[in-house]
C-alpha cells in the first residue's frame, strides 16, 4: 500500500527523496518551526526547506549540557541530532523565536559549535516571528521575509521572482488541499486510516520535494477513498505541543481509540496557511498568510479565537475526546491546555491532559496507561 512509502519517509529525516535531491545538486535547509514563511521560498530559489525532527536519538547529554534539565525536550533534541552528526547534510538551518527554549536553540548551537567542528551549517540564519497580529506587525514581518530572501540570492547565487514564487504558492496550496482533503477522509464515519499513519503523511509533507508529495498523496487518497477498511475504536482528536513521533499515537491507539484529527504543527496547523495566488507582491502574502493564521499560544491576545477554532475543529473531526498533550517543561501549550480544558468541559466533550517528552524519549507504557484509562471513561 502508498502508506508504506510514508511510513518510510518518515523513518528519517534524510529520507531518499531528500538524498536524491541533494545528489541532483539541490540544496537543502532545515527549519525549526512550521510558522516560518519560508518553504515557498526555498522552492522558487530551486531549493528544499524541511522541517527539522529528532526521532533518531536515545538521548540529549549535548542538549542537556547546553540547555540544562528543566527544559522543553524538542529543541535540546535537535541540538543532540547535531552533535551526533546526523544533520550535516543540510546546506542551511533557520532557526526561530517560536518560544524562549526554541530561540536559545540558536544560542546554543552556535556555542556547541565552537567546540565541534561542522556543528552548524555554513549558512544559518536567525528568524524572528512577531507575536500579535496587526498591521503594523505584518509589514515589519513582511520586511523581514525580504531580507531573509536577499541572504539567500547572495549566499547560494540564486535569483527569486514573482513568478517562481506564485507558481511555489501554488504547489504548496495545492499539496495543502490534499492534507485537508486527507482530514475529510478521517472524519468520515468509517475511518479508513489510523491516526499513526495519518502522521506519517504530515511529516512527509514538510519532509521531501513538494512536486514528489503531491504525486504520493493524490495516489494515496485514491485508494483511501475508495477502501472498504475501517479502524475501529473510540475517535479522538489531539492538540498541543509538537509531535512527529508515531510511537506516540500508536501507543494510544492501541488501547482502541483512533485519533482522526488534530490541531497541531505536524499537521492541520500545516494546512491553515492557505496563501493568495498570482498576486503581485507574493512575499507580501506569503508573510499575511503564515502570521495571520498562526494559531498558537505564542501569540498574544488570541485564546478566544483559538478556544472557538479547536471546538469547530474537534465538531467537524466527529471526535469523542481530546487528548490535550505537551511537552515536559512546554509552558505554552501546558498552560493552554488548562483553559481549553475547562472551555471544552463545559461543551460535554471529555478531556485528558498529558504530559511527555519528546520523540523517542517519550514513556509510551505510561501514556499507554493514561490513554486506556480515558478511553474506557468515554
Request: neutral net charge; proline residues 4%.
Given at each position: 500500500?502508498?502508506?508504506?512509502?510514508?511510513?518510510?519517509?518518515?523513518?528519517?529525516?534524510?529520507?531518499?527523496?531528500?538524498?536524491?535531491?541533494?545528489?541532483?545538486?539541490?540544496?537543502?535547509?532545515?527549519?525549526?518551526?512550521?510558522?516560518?514563511?519560508?518553504?515557498?521560498?526555498?522552492?522558487?530559489?530551486?531549493?528544499?526547506?524541511?522541517?527539522?525532527?529528532?526521532?533518531?536519538?536515545?538521548?540529549?547529554?549535548?542538549?542537556?549540557?547546553?540547555?540544562?534539565?528543566?527544559?522543553?525536550?524538542?529543541?535540546?533534541?535537535?541540538?543532540?541530532?547535531?552533535?551526533?552528526?546526523?544533520?550535516?547534510?543540510?546546506?542551511?538551518?533557520?532557526?526561530?523565536?517560536?518560544?524562549?527554549?526554541?530561540?536559545?536553540?540558536?544560542?546554543?548551537?552556535?556555542?556547541?559549535?565552537?567546540?565541534?567542528?561542522?556543528?552548524?551549517?555554513?549558512?544559518?540564519?536567525?528568524?524572528?516571528?512577531?507575536?500579535?497580529?496587526?498591521?503594523?506587525?505584518?509589514?515589519?514581518?513582511?520586511?523581514?521575509?525580504?531580507?531573509?530572501?536577499?541572504?539567500?540570492?547572495?549566499?547560494?547565487?540564486?535569483?527569486?521572482?514573482?513568478?517562481?514564487?506564485?507558481?511555489?504558492?501554488?504547489?504548496?496550496?495545492?499539496?495543502?488541499?490534499?492534507?485537508?482533503?486527507?482530514?475529510?477522509?478521517?472524519?468520515?464515519?468509517?475511518?479508513?486510516?489510523?491516526?499513526?499513519?495519518?502522521?506519517?503523511?504530515?511529516?512527509?509533507?514538510?519532509?521531501?520535494?513538494?512536486?514528489?508529495f503531491v504525486e504520493l498523496t493524490e495516489t494515496l487518497l485514491s485508494e483511501l477513498e475508495s477502501s472498504p477498511k475501517t479502524v475501529k475504536g473510540k475517535k479522538l482528536f489531539m492538540v498541543g505541543s509538537v509531535n512527529d513521533d508515531r510511537a506516540f499515537i500508536e501507543s494510544i491507539e492501541q488501547t482502541g481509540a483512533v485519533v482522526v484529527g488534530d490541531m497541531m504543527?505536524?499537521?492541520?496547523?500545516?494546512?491553515?496557511?492557505?496563501?493568495?495566488?498570482?498576486?503581485?507582491?507574493?512575499?507580501?502574502?506569503?508573510?499575511?498568510?503564515?502570521?495571520?493564521?498562526?494559531?498558537?499560544?505564542?501569540?498574544?491576545?488570541?485564546?478566544?479565537?483559538?478556544?472557538?477554532?479547536?471546538?469547530?475543529?474537534?465538531?467537524?473531526?466527529?471526535?469523542?475526546?481530546?487528548?490535550?498533550?505537551?511537552?515536559?517543561?512546554?509552558?505554552?501549550?501546558?498552560?493552554?491546555?488548562?483553559?481549553?480544558?475547562?472551555?471544552?468541559?463545559?461543551?460535554?466533550?471529555?478531556?485528558?491532559?498529558?504530559?511527555?517528552?519528546?520523540?523517542?524519549?517519550?514513556?509510551?507504557?505510561?501514556?499507554?496507561?493514561?490513554?486506556?484509562?480515558?478511553?474506557?471513561?468515554?
Open positions: 500500500m502508498m502508506i508504506d512509502k510514508f511510513t518510510e519517509i518518515h523513518a528519517s529525516i534524510y529520507n531518499s527523496y531528500v538524498q536524491e535531491f541533494q545528489a541532483n545538486g539541490g540544496k537543502v535547509i532545515g527549519i525549526c518551526y512550521s510558522q516560518v514563511p519560508v518553504p515557498e521560498v526555498y522552492h522558487a530559489a530551486g531549493m528544499l526547506g524541511i522541517r527539522l525532527r529528532a526521532n533518531q536519538i536515545t538521548a540529549t547529554t549535548l542538549g542537556d549540557a547546553h540547555f540544562g534539565p528543566v527544559v522543553c525536550s524538542f529543541p535540546k533534541s535537535i541540538l543532540q541530532m547535531a552533535g551526533e552528526g546526523k544533520l550535516k547534510f543540510l546546506d542551511g538551518v533557520v532557526t526561530s523565536s517560536l518560544c524562549d527554549t526554541m530561540r536559545r536553540l540558536d544560542d546554543c548551537w552556535r556555542r556547541a559549535a565552537k567546540d565541534m567542528d561542522g556543528l552548524l551549517p555554513p549558512y544559518h540564519y536567525y528568524f524572528a516571528v512577531p507575536h500579535k497580529k496587526y498591521d503594523f506587525n505584518l509589514e515589519w514581518f513582511t520586511e523581514e521575509l525580504r531580507l531573509h530572501v536577499k541572504t539567500l540570492e547572495n549566499r547560494f547565487d540564486v535569483k527569486i521572482t514573482t513568478e517562481s514564487l506564485n507558481h511555489s504558492i501554488k504547489l504548496h496550496n495545492h499539496g495543502r488541499r490534499l492534507l485537508r482533503r486527507l482530514d475529510d477522509i478521517r472524519s468520515r464515519p468509517g475511518v479508513p486510516i489510523s491516526g499513526t499513519d495519518a502522521l506519517s503523511v504530515f511529516v512527509a509533507a514538510v519532509s521531501m520535494p513538494m512536486e514528489k504543527s505536524f499537521g492541520a496547523k500545516y494546512y491553515e496557511n492557505m496563501i493568495e495566488e498570482d498576486s503581485d507582491d507574493p512575499l507580501y502574502e506569503i508573510a499575511r498568510a503564515y502570521l495571520m493564521n498562526l494559531n498558537h499560544p505564542r501569540m498574544f491576545g488570541r485564546f478566544k479565537e483559538r478556544s472557538a477554532f479547536l471546538a469547530e475543529r474537534v465538531k467537524q473531526s466527529g471526535a469523542q475526546g481530546v487528548i490535550l498533550q505537551n511537552i515536559r517543561f512546554c509552558d505554552m501549550h501546558g498552560c493552554e491546555n488548562s483553559l481549553f480544558e475547562n472551555d471544552l468541559t463545559a461543551m460535554g466533550i471529555p478531556c485528558l491532559k498529558l504530559e511527555r517528552e519528546y520523540g523517542p524519549l517519550v514513556e509510551t507504557e505510561r501514556v499507554k496507561m493514561r490513554a486506556q484509562a480515558f478511553v474506557e471513561r468515554i
